[in-house]
């Protein structure tokens, strides 16, 4: 059920298709890649992207978190 929540969610924010996602390793964050050429990190609590990374030339088909 949060899954999907966070799919239907994470898709009317980006406007199409979401080709990933990664919980953070703490938890309360995760990121998302989409079709739209965007990347986006989001709180588990709020509805909005907190940052929205933009300037991808492609589909962002992968988002990772940085070990540190």
């Known amino acids: 059920d949060y899954v999907y929540r966070v ?3 994470t898709d ?15 938890g309360g ?3 998302t890649g989409s ?3 965007m990347a986006k ?3 588990t609590d709020v509805h ?5 990374f933009i300037g991808h030339i492609l589909d962002v088909y992968q ?5 540190n």
């Open 12 to 26: 009317l924010a980006h406007g199409c298709s979401v080709w990933d996602a990664k919980f953070a390793p703490l």
């Open 29 to 31: 964050y995760y990121l």
């Open 35 to 37: 079709a739209d050429k």
């Open 7 to 9: 799919n239907s969610q």
């Open 48 to 52: 909005n992207p907190l940052r929205i």
């Open 63 to 67: 988002v990772r978190w940085h070990p």
């Open 41 to 43: 990190l989001w709180h």
